[in-house]
């Protein structure tokens, strides 16, 4: 028998996450099996206690649940409560633990696969919803000279600029009020899903700055795009997908599989 784990989100077709743990279990010899769950917009904790009662042993949790997995969980873990989201949902009997490895994974990409460090950076972060709040306390550690959080909705740029302001130097604003080059753009948004990209001005791009969107696909977003023609670095969400699944894969098995042979398989 085969442990069961799932992703869940809504869309969730497009996810990597099955092969790249079918991966991980070969590479640890666990033996687990790893599946997609399409949950309906008004239906994710029913969703998530009916696979629970059917043996499920956990799942990761992808857009736009992660503040309902949050809620759901039992039990958090430091970072998840700091995060005030969750992206993998563990279950122990009755309880539910929620985690957060989004950050965890995001940094690791970044500093460890790339080579970029990020003290004394100026980072810019699109979007102020569930994926953002995931990834700010772990950028934060890494000491950048400023976190900036730009959204459509300012005030909601503003609430989470507050929110984590005692972990660092955090500022925020609307996006037509954006001024400035920064180091590194990480787009927090769901407008890759779409094939979009937030309203920002070309300027916040430069040479050498890294554009990284959380959005994977086979093709540049429409992000990725953008940034490469204002002459900055680009890479999608893939790295930072399989450093969180590493991450998560540890939570649920107590082991830590190696990335690099999940990014030589898909020739990354």
């Known amino acids: 028998m085969r442990d069961r784990y799932a992703v869940v989100g809504n869309p969730v077709a497009h996810s990597k996450s099955p092969e790249i743990h079918t991966l991980f279990a070969r590479q640890t010899a666990e033996a687990i099996e790893y599946t997609r769950i399409l949950a309906p917009l ?40 700091t995060a005030g989201a969750v992206n993998t949902l563990r279950f122990d009997g009755n309880q539910i633990l929620g985690d957060n490895t989004d950050g965890a994974g995001l940094v690791a990409d970044i500093t460890r696969n790339l080579g970029i460090g990020l003290a004394d950076a100026r980072i810019l972060m699109l979007g102020a919803g569930g994926a953002a709040y995931g990834v700010m306390l772990p950028l934060l550690d890494q000491k950048p000279a400023v976190l900036h959080i730009a959204n459509r909705t300012p ?13 660092g130097r955090t500022s925020s604003s609307g996006y037509d009020t954006l001024e400035g080059r920064y180091d590194v753009i990480i787009n927090a948004t769901s407008a890759g899903l779409q094939d979009t990209m937030p309203d920002v001005p070309a300027t916040v791009f430069g040479q050498g700055s890294l554009a990284l969107d959380m959005v994977y696909a086979d093709k540049p977003t429409a992000f990725m795009q953008f940034a490469a023609g204002q002459g900055a670095r680009v890479r999608d969400g893939f790295g930072m997908l399989v450093e969180q699944a590493a991450e998560s894969f540890s939570v649920w098995r107590g082991v830590r599989p190696e990335t690099a042979p999940v990014f030589a398989h898909f020739g990354r």
């Open 155 to 167: 005030e909601k740029a503003a609430s989470l600029a507050d929110a984590f302001a005692r972990y």
């Open 42 to 81: 008004d239906g994710f904790e029913d969703t998530v206690r009916r696979f629970a009662r059917e043996g499920g042993r956990g799942l990761n949790v992808t857009v736009p649940f992660k503040f309902d997995a949050f809620r759901l969980a039992t039990e958090r873990t430091p970072r998840a409560e």
